[in-house]
């Protein structure tokens, strides 16, 4: 995850996810071999607009693992536990620069169908 986030201390980083636990129902998933390959954070909950959904707010796989299956093993996981917790859709937000990690999205048969907005307020 460290990857994905380097702005997390390592001290900070599981006092940050056990809080996020508790207040959000934020959750780790991770895949090994012998080591840790892939990690994904992710998050299941509820809108009044579209009903029950799994969003996904990390999805990782090792820089020296990346193209060998690892992340679509996880991200194909997450599916299923969607699927398992009666969720109608699987989301997530990804970067407008992280290409490559669309092309991956597209390719797992997601549908880009919404802008996200944001505004820095510090």
Same mark, same amino acid.
């Given at each position: ?43 299941? =909950? ?5 009903? %029950? ?8 796989? %090792?820089?020296?693992?990346? =193209? ?25 937000? =990804? ?12 390719? %797992? ?8 907005? =944001?505004?820095?307020? %510090?």
């Amino acid at each position: 995850m460290a990857e994905l986030r380097p702005h997390i201390q390592r001290d900070e980083f599981l006092p940050l996810v056990k809080r996020l636990t508790e207040i959000a129902g934020f959750q780790l998933a991770y895949l090994t071999d012998s080591e840790v390959k892939a990690v994904a954070g992710f998050r299941i =909950s509820e809108w009044l607009a579209s009903g %029950k959904y799994l969003e996904i707010e990390d999805l990782v796989a %090792k820089t020296d693992e990346r =193209s060998k299956g690892y992340g679509g093993e996880l991200f194909d996981w997450l599916v299923e536990h969607a699927k398992q917790n009666n969720c109608l859709q699987l989301r997530l937000v =990804s970067r407008v620069s992280r290409l490559d990690a669309h092309r991956f999205y597209l390719r %797992k048969g997601m549908n880009l169908e919404a802008h996200y907005f =944001s505004m820095n307020l %510090k």
